[in-house]
């Protein structure tokens, strides 16, 4: 879970403070000194361990925000998270929260080809939590009609992941060209990150998006928030 994952620093900056702002740099949680328009999560401390209600005021200061508060106790492991009003209605790709089967690798590809490209792909597959471990390939067994293998990256193509050696692949981003894709991380907020070296070893296979391809052919490019190129 992404309160548990916080660095120590910043654990250590809510107990004394009482609370801290949480930008999103790339996937991690930075410390924020105020409130930003990058702000994302609002961290604070019940020194009692009292984590299960907010206060009025707090509910009134979430709702204003429009960012999750994060309640967290005497030390990481005691959290409740609370989400503010229509927080999952058409939520933006950047800075999403970590909810498996609500916001994770495979909604933020769904709701990419759906909302840009107008392409249909079931909401939430059935996926119940560490189908990788055993022994099921989701991605290919339920891998659509319009896409294909490739050898190659381009822009627009997901890119399936193999996060740990002995499992089936277990993650997938968009690839937005330039180095850059887009993803959701477990433990993470959803951002665009550097297709990396490191992420390069972890490739388990390429699907191209050939409906996409059709689509660009006739209407051009269509960019999103955080890339370079868009312009709202």
């Not at 005497?74 to 058409?90: A, Q």
């Not at 996926?127 to 989701?138: E, S, T």
Request: aromatic share 14%; proline share 5%; hydrophobic share 35%.
């Amino acid at each position: 879970m992404f309160a548990q994952s916080i660095p120590n620093y910043i654990y250590a900056k809510v107990k004394t403070d009482g609370r801290a702002y949480i930008d999103n740099g790339a996937g991690k949680p930075k410390l924020a000194e105020t409130f930003g328009p990058a702000s994302c999560i609002l961290l604070k401390y019940r020194p009692e361990n009292d984590v299960n209600s907010l206060g009025e005021d707090e509910r009134e200061e979430m709702a204003l925000l429009k960012i999750p508060i994060v309640l967290m106790g005497s030390n990481k492991e005691i959290f409740r998270w609370y989400i503010p009003d229509r927080y999952f209605e058409n939520k933006p790709y950047l800075n999403r929260l970590y909810l498996y089967g609500i916001f994770d690798c495979y909604t933020i590809v769904h709701d990419y080809y759906s909302r840009e490209w107008s392409i249909w792909m079931p909401m939430n597959m059935s996926r119940p939590y560490g189908w990788w471990d055993k022994a099921k390939n989701l991605y290919f067994e339920n891998k659509p009609d319009w896409v294909q293998e490739s050898s190659s990256i381009q822009r627009y193509d997901t890119i399936i992941f193999n996060l740990h050696d002995e499992s089936m692949p277990n993650h997938a981003a968009i690839y937005l060209g330039n180095g850059k894709m887009l993803h959701h991380l477990e433990t993470r907020l959803s951002c665009i990150e550097d297709l990396t070296t490191m992420w390069k070893t972890k490739i388990y296979s390429v699907f191209r998006p050939t409906r996409v391809l059709e689509q660009v052919a006739v209407t051009g490019d269509k960019y999103i928030e955080g890339e370079d190129g868009y312009t709202g």
